[in-house]
């Protein structure tokens, strides 16, 4: 594969030979013709002479039509081509864009729930509290304050804050 260019070239249907050489056909499928001509085609750059002599245009008239039919059907394939697939065979434009993509499946089933752990061993037994201690009585809550780095003493509707020392 290879990348198709801006211009359209017609394909040769002849190639250089020795001097003097008669024209014959290679397994190529290209002529080759005799230096001598290979030189005066390749100098030809005006079919203009073939249209202003009468005599070659009456001799030529139905090549020159035939010739005509062929370069604009090429020109289309060309034109065509590079529509088709773009100049650059691999940033062909027949690929097409990429499509939207799909939704999403159906969520799958819940897995098994997993075994219970095992129970943690008790926890040591506290020490005995004082008898008859009521110190803490009417204490609605003892909380610290992370902003403020105290702590927060609630009794009754009283608030006491304490600055923990360290």
């Not at 002599?53 to 604009?72: A, C, P, S, T, V």
């Not at 129970?119 to 809550?141: D, P, Q, Y």
């Not at 403020?148 to 509707?157: A, E, R, Y």
Request: aromatic share 6%; hydrophobic share 30%; glycine share 14%.
């Amino acid at each position: 594969m290879g990348n198709i260019n801006e211009n359209i070239r017609g394909k040769k249907l002849f190639k250089e030979g020795s001097s003097g050489q008669k024209a014959v056909k290679g397994s190529d499928g290209k002529i080759t013709v005799s230096k001598e001509i290979f030189n005066d085609l390749q100098g030809l750059t005006d079919i203009s002479e073939v249209y202003n002599d009468d005599g070659l245009y009456q001799q030529n008239r139905f090549l020159l039509k035939q010739i005509e039919d062929l370069r604009e059907d090429v020109e289309e394939l060309h034109a065509f081509i590079k529509s088709a697939f773009g100049r650059d065979y691999t940033q062909a434009s027949s690929k097409g864009p990429k499509g939207d993509t799909g939704a999403t499946g159906p969520q799958g089933p819940k897995g098994d729930t997993g075994a219970t752990g095992a129970t943690g061993a008790a926890g040591a037994k506290g020490a005995t509290g004082a008898e008859g201690n009521s110190h803490l009585s009417g204490v609605k809550s003892i909380t610290f304050n992370s902003k403020t780095n105290q702590l927060q003493v609630v009794i009754g509707d009283s608030t006491y804050n304490f600055n923990p020392s360290k």
